[in-house]
């Protein structure tokens, strides 16, 4: 595949994750506020999109195979970001739910780090 297919198909999967929380899906946890585009700024600093939820957003980065995802996960884990695979064969409710599991697992791991930061008080 070249690089401006990779491209193109990395796009689409982008606009079906924006597209799959349209109208806030049902199901979705109280914490979880939606999802918004990330600015053409954060996307030159590897952010596809946010996840806004109530301790605040998460930046995603959206690929659309495991092997863009292998070329890049160190630094995207570096940069706390949320690296989520939308497969082309994904419905937005797979999407939804993918989305939700890993901002689950992302919230409450932030949640505990910011509680082991905390400075005890004698």
């Known amino acids: 595949m070249s690089g401006e297919q990779g491209r193109r198909r990395g796009l689409r999967a982008e606009r079906r ?5 349209r109208g806030h899906p049902k199901g ?9 585009h990330a600015t053409k700024e954060e996307d030159a600093q590897g952010i596809d999109a946010w996840a806004e939820l109530d301790i605040g957003d998460i930046p995603i980065q959206i690929k659309s195979t495991e092997r863009s995802l292998r070329n890049n996960y160190e630094k995207y884990k570096a940069a706390s970001i949320v690296v989520l695979i939308i497969f082309r064969n994904f419905s937005n409710a797979q999407i939804v739910n993918k989305t939700a ?3 689950e697992r992302e919230r409450s791991k ?11 008080s004698s």
Do not use: C, H
Not at 17 to 21: D, E, L, N
Not at 110 to 120: A, C, G, M, T
């Open 17 to 21: 994750f924006i597209k799959a929380f």
């Open 28 to 36: 979705m946890p109280p914490w979880f506020k939606g999802v918004r």
């Open 101 to 103: 599991n890993f901002m």
């Open 110 to 120: 932030r949640l505990r780090d910011s509680l082991s930061e905390r400075p005890v």
